[in-house]
Each structure stands twice: as structure tokens, then as C-alpha cells.
């Protein structure tokens, strides 16, 4: 079954660089949610989208931003990185009325 | 808000034998779900178990189980006949169901550690 796919997995950018991690939800499911694990801590939601409109907002810092668009992958774009920003980013899907919220493998994010 | 606890850092179990992760949740909510969620150290967040707050039953998966107690507000995680791959950080969380695509929240993880 297909599964949730991010990419990259890895990605190295230096201080007050940008980058930008994709996401490509199961089909069909109608909601896409990021996330942000730092080392050793639980995973802390970012945003989420239902059918490409931005549904909740969690702890993301005006310097990021995402969207979804019209073939329903998602993307998360962040500036002015700082080193506290590295951290491993997820991906999540669900189809509303199911109870499986799927993860991607998540994208490996090291500034230096 | 939704709450999460895992009191539990580390558990040590021995290869075979069952263990159970704690879990407690608060919430003001009567329609929720619980999750499980296993991390190797690969990284990926793995799908373990549901249970949903009107489920009678407590919910099996294969060597997993989930013992719900409603009116404790805990979803203990039991795993069966422990395997070396099981070793790994296991996550609890929930979300409302009031729309049916709230994000979950997490609690701060048990990490298990098999030993043959």
C-alpha cells in the first residue's frame, strides 16, 4: 500500500539559509499535517491542511510556512534557519472519519 | 487542551517475555482517539494501535494490545512475547474526534529495550 512520502530524507543548510521539505500524503487522504521532533523530545505539530485550506496551527514560527496544492502534496518552507531549528520533520495523512493518522519517514533537517 | 503522560523513560524487558508501557491522558472531551506509535532508531514514526473513546472492546493488533480503562484515563500498550525488534522509543497520543482531522499530541515517550 502506498505509503506517506517525504522528501529529502536528509538535508544539510547553513545559518539564515531556507529550505524546503515536501510531502506527499496517501491518496485519497484529505488532510496533511507537519511536524517537528528535536532531539530526544515528542513530535510537536506545526500546521495542518484539510482539501489544500490551512485546518489548525500549532507552535510554528512566522518564519515557516506551507501550503498544499492542488494535486494535494504539501510543502513546508523555512527561512532565516537557525540552529536550533534542526530537528527531524514529519509528514502525516488521514482521511477524515478514519482512525489512522499515517506518518511519513520524516526529513532529517541539520543546519550548521 | 489534551494532555499525554508516559512515566516511564526507559523499560527493560527480557526477549519473550510481555511488557507494558504506561499511558494516562486528560482531556475535557468525550470523543477521542488513542494512538501508539513505535520509533526505531531509523527514525520513522510506525503506526502500532487505535482505540477510540466508544470502543467497548479494547483494541488487539497481532502482539499488540491496548488495555483502555475509560474511567482511569489510561492506554497501557502490552506487547506480547517480546522480540529483539521491538527495541525502540514507543509514543502515546490522541487527538478530539470532533472534526475527524485534529492533530495529535504526543507524550514524551518510553523507550524499551529488549534483552535476549
Known amino acids: 500500500a502506498a505509503g506517506v512520502i517525504q522528501s529529502p530524507r536528509h538535508l544539510i543548510k547553513e545559518k539564515r539559509e531556507t529550505a524546503t521539505l515536501k510531502c506527499y500524503p496517501i491518496?485519497?487522504?484529505?488532510?496533511v499535517y507537519w511536524y517537528q521532533q528535536g532531539p530526544g523530545q515528542d513530535p510537536q505539530f506545526l500546521i495542518s491542511?484539510?482539501?489544500?485550506?490551512?485546518?489548525d496551527k500549532g507552535s510554528i514560527p512566522d518564519r515557516f510556512s506551507a501550503q498544499q496544492f492542488s494535486d494535494y502534496h504539501s510543502e513546508l518552507n523555512m527561512s532565516s534557519l537557525e540552529l536550533g531549528d534542526s530537528a527531524l520533520y514529519f509528514c502525516?495523512?488521514?482521511?477524515?472519519?478514519?482512525?489512522?493518522?499515517?506518518f511519513g519517514s520524516g526529513t532529517r533537517l541539520t543546519v550548521v | 487542551a489534551q494532555k499525554i503522560t508516559q512515566t516511564q523513560p526507559g523499560m527493560f524487558v527480557q526477549e519473550k517475555e510481555a511488557v507494558t508501557l504506561d499511558c494516562t491522558y486528560d482531556?475535557?472531551?468525550?470523543?477521542?482517539?488513542l494512538f501508539w506509535y513505535k520509533q526505531p532508531s531509523s527514525g520513522e514514526m510506525i503506526f502500532l494501535i487505535y482505540?477510540?473513546?466508544?470502543?467497548?472492546q479494547n483494541a488487539t493488533e497481532g502482539r499488540y494490545s491496548l488495555n483502555f480503562q475509560k474511567a482511569r484515563k489510561s492506554a497501557n500498550l502490552v506487547i506480547s512475547a517480546s522480540q529483539l525488534g521491538d527495541s525502540a522509543m514507543y509514543f502515546c497520543?490522541?487527538?478530539?474526534?470532533?472534526?475527524?482531522?485534529?492533530?495529535?499530541?504526543f507524550g514524551s515517550g518510553t523507550r524499551l529495550q529488549v534483552q535476549p
Open positions: 502525516a495523512s488521514s482521511l477524515t472519519g478514519r482512525d489512522v493518522v499515517a
Open positions: 491518496p485519497r487522504h484529505d488532510t
Open positions: 491542511f484539510y482539501e489544500k485550506m490551512q485546518s
Open positions: 482505540q477510540g473513546s466508544y470502543d467497548e
Open positions: 497520543a490522541m487527538r478530539v474526534m470532533d472534526t475527524g482531522r485534529r492533530a495529535l499530541t
Open positions: 482531556t475535557s472531551d468525550q470523543s477521542y482517539g
